[in-house]
């Protein structure tokens, strides 16, 4: 049992260890940020730019237009920058 355990803390720790466990191409890690960087931007301005919303409505690909559309009008200065970065 012992010896299992190690082998198998060996081999994920070597997986770890690589420069990159997923295949996903770099326009793909790219798309995925900026969805991330979607859904935090939802919830900081929900409030001030997205209250006519559903708080707990599930931002995909085809919503950053809209809130970067939403951050320029309603959200100020800081909504202006955080708009540029998830559609410049």
Known sequence: MQDELKVYFSQIGRNGGRKSRRCLSPEDAR??????????????????CFWSSPPDLKITGEDLEWIAQKLREQGGREGWKVAEKLCP
Do not use: T
């Open 31 to 48: 798309r995925m940020v900026r969805i991330r960087e979607g859904r935090k931007a939802y919830r900081r301005f929900y409030s001030r």
